[in-house]
Protein backbone atom coordinates (compact mmCIF):
# COMPACT_ATOMS: atom_id res chain seq x y z
CA UNK A 1 0.00 0.00 0.00
CA UNK A 2 2.51 2.96 0.97
CA UNK A 3 5.51 3.03 -1.64
CA UNK A 4 8.73 4.15 0.91
CA UNK A 5 11.32 4.45 -1.75
CA UNK A 6 11.06 8.29 -1.68
CA UNK A 7 12.37 9.60 -4.34
CA UNK A 8 8.91 9.41 -6.85
CA UNK A 9 6.83 11.28 -3.47
CA UNK A 10 6.93 14.83 -2.20
CA UNK A 11 6.80 15.10 1.59
CA UNK A 12 3.87 16.92 2.09
CA UNK A 13 5.36 18.74 5.45
CA UNK A 14 8.10 19.63 3.28
CA UNK A 15 9.07 23.56 4.08
CA UNK A 16 10.30 25.67 0.66
CA UNK A 17 13.50 27.25 1.02
CA UNK A 18 13.76 30.81 0.93
CA UNK A 19 14.93 34.27 2.38
CA UNK A 20 13.96 34.91 6.26
CA UNK A 21 10.15 35.94 6.52
CA UNK A 22 11.70 39.55 8.14
CA UNK A 23 12.83 40.05 4.27
CA UNK A 24 9.51 39.54 3.01
CA UNK A 25 7.64 42.30 4.95
CA UNK A 26 8.01 45.45 3.21
CA UNK A 27 10.42 47.63 1.02
CA UNK A 28 13.68 48.14 1.57
CA UNK A 29 14.50 51.15 3.86
CA UNK A 30 16.75 53.78 2.72
CA UNK A 31 19.28 55.21 4.61
CA UNK A 32 19.32 58.85 5.88
CA UNK A 33 22.63 61.05 6.62
CA UNK A 34 20.95 63.89 9.33
CA UNK A 35 22.70 66.17 11.35
CA UNK A 36 23.91 65.11 14.78
CA UNK A 37 22.56 65.07 17.74
CA UNK A 38 24.28 66.84 20.73
CA UNK A 39 24.46 64.29 24.01
CA UNK A 40 23.10 66.57 26.86
CA UNK A 41 25.48 65.49 30.19
CA UNK A 42 23.25 67.30 32.87
CA UNK A 43 24.83 66.48 36.63
CA UNK A 44 23.15 67.90 40.10
CA UNK A 45 26.39 69.52 40.12
CA UNK A 46 25.68 71.95 36.94
CA UNK A 47 21.77 73.02 39.04
CA UNK A 48 22.16 75.34 41.28
CA UNK A 49 21.18 73.99 44.67
CA UNK A 50 18.37 76.33 45.24
CA UNK A 51 16.59 75.65 42.05
CA UNK A 52 17.32 71.76 43.19
CA UNK A 53 15.64 72.52 46.44
CA UNK A 54 12.49 74.39 45.34
CA UNK A 55 12.04 71.75 42.26
CA UNK A 56 11.94 68.96 44.71
CA UNK A 57 9.69 70.84 47.10
CA UNK A 58 7.08 71.26 44.20
CA UNK A 59 7.50 67.55 43.21
CA UNK A 60 6.49 66.66 46.34
CA UNK A 61 3.59 68.81 46.95
CA UNK A 62 2.58 67.92 43.68
CA UNK A 63 2.33 64.21 44.05
CA UNK A 64 0.93 65.08 48.07
CA UNK A 65 -1.84 66.61 45.74
CA UNK A 66 -2.67 64.50 43.39
CA UNK A 67 -2.82 61.42 46.12
CA UNK A 68 -5.19 63.47 48.12
CA UNK A 69 -7.44 64.53 45.52
CA UNK A 70 -7.60 61.16 44.05
CA UNK A 71 -8.00 59.51 46.94
CA UNK A 72 -10.97 61.66 48.40
CA UNK A 73 -12.55 61.21 44.86
CA UNK A 74 -12.29 57.62 45.24
CA UNK A 75 -13.88 57.55 49.12
CA UNK A 76 -16.65 59.60 47.93
CA UNK A 77 -17.83 57.61 44.89
CA UNK A 78 -16.84 53.88 45.65
CA UNK A 79 -17.57 53.99 49.90
CA UNK A 80 -19.93 57.23 49.75
CA UNK A 81 -17.99 58.06 52.45
CA UNK A 82 -18.06 61.73 51.94
CA UNK A 83 -16.58 62.95 55.40
CA UNK A 84 -13.46 61.68 55.07
CA UNK A 85 -13.17 61.88 51.41
CA UNK A 86 -14.91 65.12 51.32
CA UNK A 87 -11.79 66.28 53.66
CA UNK A 88 -9.29 64.48 51.23
CA UNK A 89 -10.58 66.45 48.26
CA UNK A 90 -10.14 70.02 50.71
CA UNK A 91 -6.46 68.35 51.31
CA UNK A 92 -5.79 68.48 47.71
CA UNK A 93 -7.31 71.58 46.68
CA UNK A 94 -5.50 73.71 49.92
CA UNK A 95 -2.24 71.64 48.72
CA UNK A 96 -2.55 72.62 45.38
CA UNK A 97 -3.04 76.18 46.41
CA UNK A 98 0.21 75.71 48.54
CA UNK A 99 2.41 74.34 45.94
CA UNK A 100 1.09 77.08 43.32
CA UNK A 101 2.09 79.96 45.85
CA UNK A 102 5.45 77.90 46.22
CA UNK A 103 5.87 78.36 42.33
CA UNK A 104 4.86 81.77 41.66
CA UNK A 105 6.98 83.02 45.13
CA UNK A 106 10.37 81.51 42.89
CA UNK A 107 9.32 82.84 39.68
CA UNK A 108 8.65 86.41 41.35
CA UNK A 109 12.30 86.06 43.33
CA UNK A 110 13.88 85.41 40.00
CA UNK A 111 12.91 88.63 38.79
Same mark, same amino acid.
Given at each position: ???????????? #?? %? /??????? /?????????????????????????????????? *???????????? #?? %???? #??? #????????? !?? *????? %? *?????? !???????? !???
Amino acid at each position: MLDDSGDDHEDP #FE %L /EEGPPPE /EELGPDLPSVDGPDVPSVDAEYEDVPSDLLWWFW *ILVILANACVLA #FS %LGIM #FVA #FRGNWNFGG !RL *ILAGG %L *IAVLAW !RVYTRYDQ !REE
